[in-house]
């Protein structure tokens, strides 16, 4: 049987994938708060992985972005400055958007 999937989880596994590439990102480019995102990460795995597959899709996502920027970036650049400003925004607008719509936010 299917596991049944909630409206927002597109934006739910988008949301992981940028917290992912967040904690390479931001720790290659000298910010040194990797572990935040990944602790970020536990707690949205904990509130929103009732299931073993759910857990395993949160966590793959966030292992996507964390290891696509990490075999594309070995140094801080302009470039990877510029992903972490637009991820910051995505990541700020879904989390808001899930929370709002959602979340009885």
């Not at 909630?6 to 590439?21: D, K, N």
């Not at 966590?59 to 594309?72: I, K, S």
């Not at 992903?83 to 607008?93: H, K, L, P, T």
Request: with cysteine; proline share 3%.
């Amino acid at each position: 049987m299917p596991e049944p999937t909630v409206p927002y989880e597109q934006s739910l596994l988008r949301l992981s994938e940028v917290m992912g590439a967040l904690s390479y990102l931001r720790d290659l480019c000298g910010q040194k708060d990797g572990s935040d995102w990944r602790a970020k990460m536990v707690g949205l795995i904990e509130a929103e992985g009732v299931t073993d597959r759910r857990r395993e899709r949160l966590a793959g996502a966030y292992n996507r972005g964390y290891h696509d920027y990490e075999t594309t970036y070995r140094v801080c650049t302009d470039n990877a400055r510029a992903v972490i400003a637009r991820y910051i925004d995505e990541g700020g607008r879904l989390a808001h958007d899930i929370t709002n719509r959602f979340g009885g936010g």
